[in-house]
């Protein structure tokens, strides 16, 4: 089972590599802030991009966009999403 | 547009698409409502959320006869397509060499050129079994290439252009041949586009979730995306008096196109359809016709939620009271999107509509978005009798463009 | 034909292997080159693998890093050098007249890079993991339409693809925008990357000068030269300001040159080959030219000669005969020894005609040893400052597509 610090910091990283954020650190995201926020500037097609990123390094499908909007809501939110699905799947 | 300029018509036609492999073909098939989209062939689809697309049938992929071999090999699909349609084109124009060939210009639009066959090099060359590049793959790939092909098998010596604005080349393509011939630099232009089937834009579409997974249904309250298809349409176009002088027969007028950028977004349209109103804005007044003026509009009508709406809203603002008049339809549910082909397929598809007095119905609306206001012809033709239409057509980066069709 | 309004030349904008304008154009005189041997990619065991980069360009300095976020390193390029183009224009882009102001862009290849990269994830991963990020970005007018959003542009707005003529083609392209009256201003011109596939093909298919010529260990770019084994590719973006005159009068712009129209054909050539010189300088071509204003005064020519065996004789026959008798009065230089073949490359060799003309000044054929002795043009061997009444920039592509953009003094 993911420490589930690493784990956070591990979504902080792939979200600015995945989806080239400029000039923010791991950091500068606060695990409670909305990552779907104005100040980010991301879109819906930002909001694909992640659900590919998730699949392909925690093998977990987000199946619908109302799945999509709870676990995308926060670090903390997708962190407990991935660690729900992890121990379902165990 | 200079009052001097000269007055344009359309001599020739030319096509292949998932319902035809020859303009009559396609007459009939639009008449008939029939829905193009199929399984897809060209790859193996395992693995995309949707699998249908409008292919072009086998009998009409193959290189026309007459091709040598050596080059046959090297053509792509899109090329093939485009040889066919502007052989039938070139053929129905009757330009019997009376037209120097310095003086026919070839202006085609397409988005991925090459690709399909790209593709394929790639894969091998990723999985070992090829240790290079075949360089014709990839020399041949860009958009170019098809144009390259086409003034090579038919001597065409004038000007020559490539335009690629996605789903807006061919549209743009047919304006570009239309400034040439008002400019004198050519008597004569083949014009129109050329689009094959890949898996690159399948794969894109389908990860953006915009591909529908029954075939699409545009303006329908149910529509859920785009359907892929593929295909050429060529036109051959001059001035009237350059037809009248050689007793060419005219199909049609091409009267203008408008063309703008959202400045938006890059794959949504802008909310309020602010682009595409100004790209049928300078079209129509290009052309000297008020919105009343025009009886049919080929829709850019993709099938997704956001572009019909937006592309009904560009419409009830720039026709106003005279949109309950009008007649729009799109043919991408008997065609499919065909990308940088569609503004020429679908000019084609409007020129043959104001020449033979009908309209192409939207196949698969069941039923219509209330919000679109309009007669969309849900599944079945009727006659009618039209002078003046417009097709648009709304590419990636923001890009429309709007063409101006007349009866001859 | 009636009479068309005149066309001028009021900003330009470079990313080039030689930084940014002024450098660009300082270093270019002084016989300056870009290549340097390629680190970003794998060029394979063997020579050739040098290539053009594009450096002295910190896209942030242009693009705000929310945009730079999606945009694609191409797109970037022409974005950052249309930025540099409207601040040297001092193009006025407040939004009614934002709404009317068009762009071209030429490419032949545009963003193969990250084409390449989407379609290694679709073959290795499969559909259900390609990148949706990505895939707006892989049209041709990915470039086009950033332009627009970045600058809030709505007027005419088209991408051409020509080949190794690109440039010329949205040059062209642009002015009939404007002499239609489609656009008072348009911005256009273009540029490509290198990309490690397209070095790979051109490698693979002997284009590339091979690095073994005597007396050298690396490749070698002289266009026109008697030894001459080959191109080095490069990259970069040059975007022009182009306004119809009296627009540009009335703004009180400052203007480089007329832009006086074009000359175009396409010669006889086999699909992915350059055209022989017997196909060169085809009359109706020769017409085209002389019938513009300016076509008596060529002083200068900025030719496409890439250092390649066959279209550096191409184009040696074409501008003997395009010009004609005055062939021998006009000196005749490229941009490709300097900063390598790219599809969008002569939008770079229009600046460089902009440049020649205000400054009286032609950069030099830098590398050349001995000029081909069945070139018979005048070369330009050393930095030459001369008077130039009319600039031709000559394009030729592979496959036969010829384009002449003349300019002259405005």
Known sequence: MTDPQDLKQRLKELLITGLRLQEVAPAGIADDQPIFVEGLGLDSIDALELVVLIEEHFGIAIPDEEVGKKAFASINALAEFIAAEQSRGA | MAPSAPQVVVTGLGTVNALAGSVSEFVAALRAGTCGIGPVTVFDSTGYRSRIAAEVRPADADAPAGVASALRRRLSRSDVFALRATAEALADAGLAGAVPRERIGLAIGGTTGGMLRGEESLRERIQGTRDQYPSASVLGAPISASADVLADAFDLAGPRLSLSTACSSSANALGAALDWISLGRADVVVTGGTESLCRMTFAGFNALHALSLAPCRPFDRERSGLSLGEG????????????????????????????????????????????????????????????????????????????????????????????????????????????????????????????????????????????????????????????????????????????????? | ??????????????????????????????????????????????????????????????????????????????????????????????????????????????????????????????????????????????????????LGLRGPNFTVCRNETSGEAAVALAYDTIVCGHADVVIAGGGDEVSPVLFHVNKDLGALSPGRRAGTDHEWSSPFDRDRNGMILGEGAAMLVLEREEHARARGATVYAELAGYATCTVPSKPLLWPGPAAAAPRAMAAQLRALRGADEIDAIVSCANSSRDLDAFEAAHLAGLLGESAGRALVTSVKGAVGEFGGSGALGTVVAALALRDGLLPPLAALRRPDPACTLRLATDIATISVRAALVSGSARGGACTALLLRQP
Request: with cysteine; aromatic share 6%.
């Open chain 2, 232 to 408: 050429a349409a060529i036109l051959v176009v001059e001035s009237a008096e350059h037809a009248a002088r050689r007793g060419a027969r005219v199909h049609a007028e091409l009267l203008s196109y408008g063309n703008s950028a959202d400045a938006h977004h890059l794959t949504a349209p802008h909310p309020e359809g602010t682009g595409a109103a100004l790209a049928m804005r300078r079209a129509l007044a290009r052309a000297g016709l008020a919105p009343e003026d025009i009886d049919y509009i080929n829709a850019h009508g993709t099938g997704t939620p956001l572009n019909d709406t937006v592309e009904a809203m560009a419409i009830t603002a720039v026709f106003g009271e005279a949109a309950a008049r009008l007649a729009v339809s799109s043919t991408k549910g008997a065609v499919g999107h065909t990308l940088g082909a569609a503004g020429a397929i679908e000019a084609l598809a409007t020129i043959l509509a104001l020449r033979d007095g009908f309209l192409p119905p939207t196949v698969n609306l069941t039923d219509p978005d209330p919000t679109c206001a309009f007669d969309l012809v849900p599944r079945d033709s009727r006659s009618a009798t039209l002078r003046y239409a417009l097709s648009n057509s709304y590419g990636f980066g923001g890009n429309n463009t709007s063409v101006v069709l007349g009866r001859a």
């Open chain 3, 1 to 150: 034909m009636r009479e068309l309004p005149r066309v001028v030349v009021t900003g330009l904008g470079v990313v080039s292997p030689l930084g940014p304008l002024p450098a660009f154009w300082e270093d270019l005189r002084a016989g300056a080159n870009g290549f340097t041997p390629i680190d970003w990619f794998d060029p394979g065991p063997t020579p050739p693998s040098t290539a053009a980069r594009v450096r002295d360009w910190q896209p942030k300095d242009h693009i705000k890093p929310a945009a730079l976020r999606r945009m694609d390193r191409f797109s970037q390029m022409v974005v950052s050098a249309c930025r540099m183009a409207v601040a040297d224009a001092r193009l006025d882009l407040s939004p009614a007249r934002a709404e009317e102001t068009g762009v071209v862009v030429g490419a032949a290849y545009g963003n193969l890079t990250e084409t390449e990269a989407f379609l290694r994830g679709l073959i290795v991963k499969g559909p259900a993991l390609v990148n949706p990020m990505v895939f707006p970005n892989l049209v041709l007018n990915a470039a086009a339409g950033y332009v627009a959003i970045e």
